[in-house]
């Protein structure tokens, strides 16, 4: 196990030599620091442009997600409610698929 675990610890620092190596020839690599920076401006640039179309849809996409909270919400309340009664509970998607319910219960400190 001994040797094993050597053999292991001494290709490791290879691996590490290797990586810093690669490094290296990356940035003495003609262009490599050119199209690294020309990706960042193109990172930026999209990025501004996912915020500007991103506000159109704010208001109705955050509409929707509480929309759907409040629904899962309502789906629990229900579900809680059935199985207390001793009614199964499940429901099916547009596939046939069948979902059942998990309850989880959890604490928090108070004050």
């Given at each position: 196990?001994?040797?094993?675990?050597?053999?292991?610890?001494?290709?490791?620092k290879?691996?590490?030599?290797?990586?810093?190596?690669?490094?290296?020839?990356?940035?003495?690599?003609?262009?490599?620091?050119?199209?690294?920076?020309?990706?960042?401006?193109?990172?930026e640039?999209?990025?501004?442009?996912?915020?500007?179309?991103?506000?159109?849809?704010?208001?109705?996409?955050?509409?929707?997600?509480?929309?759907?909270?409040?629904?899962?919400?309502m789906?629990?309340?229900?579900?809680?409610?059935?199985?207390?009664?001793?009614?199964?509970?499940?429901?099916?998607?547009?596939?046939?698929?069948?979902?059942?319910?998990?309850?989880?219960?959890?604490?928090?400190?108070?004050?």
């Open positions: 196990m001994q040797s094993v675990f050597n053999r292991v610890q001494t290709k490791k290879s691996l590490g030599e290797l990586r810093k190596s690669y490094k290296d020839a990356l940035e003495t690599t003609p262009g490599y620091k050119k199209v690294v920076e020309d990706m960042q401006a193109l990172r640039q999209k990025k501004t442009y996912e915020n500007s179309v991103k506000e159109q849809f704010a208001d109705e996409m955050e509409t929707l997600k509480v929309d759907i909270t409040s629904d899962q919400e789906m629990s309340d229900i579900a809680l409610t059935k199985m207390v009664k001793g009614e199964s509970v499940d429901v099916t998607d547009k596939y046939d698929s069948s979902y059942e319910p998990v309850f989880s219960v959890k604490f928090k400190k108070l004050g």
